[in-house]
């Protein structure tokens, strides 16, 4: 149990350094050497959990995916209309971002040229949101004449741009930044019978903020 324990600690320290390094550098000019030292352990150990620098970059696209499906189920969970859960789990995910370089790595991973494998976060990322807006515009959620597919162009070119941003500054990926794209956007994508925050529902810890759209029904 002991050594059980310990490989999975060197592993998680192999995938959180390796984060680290292709957030930095990229994918091609990352080196297992630099890996392996800065997650402190030998190439022995580090080509005992994993065979190649690929096999690596998996691991870490794996576990970021695997973060953001439970942000999205927590946002789900967390109960709402879907447009609402749109946009808390955008809100939770530009957290994420700024705080779990994983999920930083795992993002750029998928825009890197020199990568360019499944899964993709960002398609994935994409397709969600679109399967969102499609939801939404089902349940009455969108405002009379909104395209799902033209606002999900909006929100995905937004959110990933953002995403983008934020890997040179945190700023672009704050609860200010998010809540101010939300502010002008949901007036004009929301149902004034459906208002929508567009802060994190107070299960996040903040307080509501309403929209116009959602004022107009007070």
Do not use: Y
Not at 42 to 55: C, D, I, R, V, Y
Not at 62 to 67: K, L, N, Y
Not at 84 to 91: A, F, G, R, S
Not at 100 to 119: H, T
Request: glycine share 8%; hydrophobic share 45%; with cysteine.
């Amino acid at each position: 149990m002991v050594k059980q324990d310990r490989a999975a600690r060197t592993r998680q320290s192999l995938i959180r350094a390796a984060a680290e390094v292709f957030a930095q550098e990229g994918f091609a000019p990352a080196s297992l050497a630099a890996i392996s030292r800065r997650a402190g352990v030998s190439n022995g150990a580090l080509h005992f959990h994993f065979e190649n620098k690929k096999m690596l970059a998996r691991a870490v696209v794996d576990e970021a995916a695997e973060s953001v499906r439970r942000i999205i189920e927590e946002a789900v969970n967390g109960g709402g209309s879907t447009l609402q859960v749109l946009v808390d789990t955008t809100h939770e995910l530009m957290s994420s971002l700024a705080g779990d370089i994983v999920i930083q790595a795992g993002f750029e991973l998928g825009g890197d040229l020199a990568w360019r494998e499944e899964p993709r976060l960002r398609q994935r990322w994409q397709r969600w949101i679109e399967d969102m807006l499609q939801r939404a515009d089902a349940e009455g959620g969108l405002a009379e004449g909104v395209s799902p597919a033209d606002a999900s162009l909006a929100i995905v070119a937004v959110t990933v741009g953002l995403e983008v941003l934020g890997g040179e500054d945190k700023q672009w990926l704050s609860t200010e930044t998010v809540t101010g794209f939300w502010d002008l956007v949901l007036p004009r994508l929301a149902s004034s019978h459906r208002p929508c925050r567009s802060v994190p529902s107070p299960r996040h810890g903040l307080a509501p903020l309403a929209t116009p759209a959602a004022q107009a029904t007070d």
